[in-house]
């Protein structure tokens, strides 16, 4: 069975699922922490759903439908609300956010990881 999309959580007991690491945030799924250079950030329940959603699929472009849908449920289909929750994340990820979590614009979001090898990251 694939990992729960909103929190890693992968339901055969004794079965990890990969951290992710990217030289700049690392995501661990099993204990559903969040690290900035390494720093701990404690995100609430519905920003580490967002933020581990978009990982999952970085370099995917997620629409703001499948985000919402995923994350709250498919009763909810307001655009406001992954637009306020993922400012907030990008707020408490620090000024890199803003480089990984890409708007597209009338769309949704991407989570872009760093370039491997590239001297500015």
């Known amino acids: 069975m694939t990992p729960c999309p909103k ?12 951290p992710y690491q990217d030289g700049h945030l690392s995501l661990d799924f099993d204990r559903r922490e969040v690290r900035v250079a390494g ?3 404690p995100l609430t329940l519905i920003e580490y759903a967002l933020l581990a959603l978009l990982v999952r699929y970085r370099g995917k472009v997620l629409s703001h439908d499948a985000l919402v849908s995923t994350v709250w449920g498919p ?8 637009k ?13 956010a803003k480089e990984r979590i890409v708007t ?4 949704g979001y991407r989570y872009e990881p760093p370039v491997r090898g590239c001297s500015h990251d």
């Open 7 to 18: 929190c890693g959580y992968a339901p055969e007991v004794g079965h990890r699922v990969k």
């Open 39 to 41: 720093v701990l950030k």
């Open 75 to 82: 009763d909810y289909s307001t655009l406001g609300l992954a």
């Open 84 to 96: 306020w929750h993922i400012s907030h994340l990008r707020r408490k990820l620090g000024d890199s």
């Open 104 to 107: 597209v614009h009338g769309f």
